[in-house]
């Protein structure tokens, strides 16, 4: 009974001991947050390239850095991860751009200047925790992107609907702030750049006004900005049940052992009692005499 207890007492620290242990989590899955959770705000800065619909076949530079081809512009961006892997932005983006190939030389072209904007819904696939799963100190992380929406040319009124996609790096440097790199290309119909192009049997790339651009920028969260790892319940299960085989073959092993006990103690002899007469025959005087 006592081994018993002994083993029981054991048992009771070794539960504890597996209590205080770290919880086993999964490496692809992770506890949904709040609406609130997991926001953050974009700021960029951008060197953007226009290859209009109405330049084609004139044989003008196809250098992105041209005068006549490119300007600096700026973005703002706002959205949300709804899981490590997959978010949504809205992006706004534009202010100075080129309008390329409205006359018939486009490198000659003192002032073709294009305010603008474009507005886009983008999907954001971040492929460093879909690929290798969420790590909250990860360093570096690669994200394409690709989305839709629509543009305004400023200069000319007018709009223009397209697609856009491309590829973001980002950096972590604190916990609530990153930096990334951004190349993107946005394809819209011909009047993003002011100048309409009416020749309807072109296709691809001619077809179209095609924005290329690299940004640059601060990334903000807002609010709480990680995830909570799911607890692998199969791995703690197993783990449950190894802990418990143990304590189990303990007791076996304990009342194994008491029943060894109970049996002795059946079996033992009784002891011999000493008769009174031997008592008397041993306290009574004997006088022993030697020659």
Not at 19 to 33: G, H, I, P, R
Not at 84 to 112: F, H, M, Y
Not at 148 to 173: I, P, T
Request: with cysteine.
């Amino acid at each position: 009974m006592k081994k018993l207890l002994i083993v029981l007492a054991l048992a009771g620290v070794s539960m504890t001991s597996f209590a205080q242990d770290e919880v086993l989590t999964e490496k692809y899955s992770v506890a949904t947050n709040s609406f609130w959770s997991n926001w953050f705000v974009q700021l960029g800065a951008d060197w953007n390239a226009w290859y209009s619909n109405q330049e084609h076949g004139r044989d003008a530079a196809i250098s992105p850095l041209k005068d006549f081809r490119s300007k600096p512009g700026a973005a703002f961006a706002i959205g949300k991860w709804f899981t490590p892997g997959i978010g949504l932005r809205t992006k706004i983006q534009g202010i100075w751009g080129k309008r390329v190939g409205a006359d018939s030389n486009p490198a000659s072209q003192l002032d073709n200047s294009n305010k603008y904007w474009i507005a886009q819904e983008q999907v954001m696939f971040n492929l460093s925790n879909l690929l290798c799963g969420y790590n909250e100190n990860r360093v570096w992380n690669l994200i394409p992107f690709a989305g839709a929406g629509v543009g305004r040319s400023m200069s000319a009124n007018r709009y223009a609907m397209g697609l856009s996609a491309g590829l973001q790096s980002s950096w972590k440097v604190s916990k609530g702030m990153r930096v990334y790199l951004e190349a993107g290309w946005n394809r819209y119909e011909g009047d993003l750049d002011g100048a309409a192009y009416a020749n309807n049997e072109r296709r691809g790339w001619e077809s179209h006004d095609n924005n290329l651009y690299a940004e640059i920028g601060l990334n903000f969260n807002i609010g709480k900005g990680t995830w909570k790892k799911s607890p692998d319940m199969e791995a703690i299960n197993t783990q449950h049940q190894a802990a418990l085989d143990a304590l189990n073959a303990r007791l076996q092993d304990a009342e194994e052992e008491n029943a060894r006990l109970r049996n002795e103690l059946a079996n033992q002899k009784p002891v011999e009692t000493v008769s009174e007469s031997v008592k008397q025959l041993v306290t009574t005087p004997v006088s022993v005499f030697f020659d």
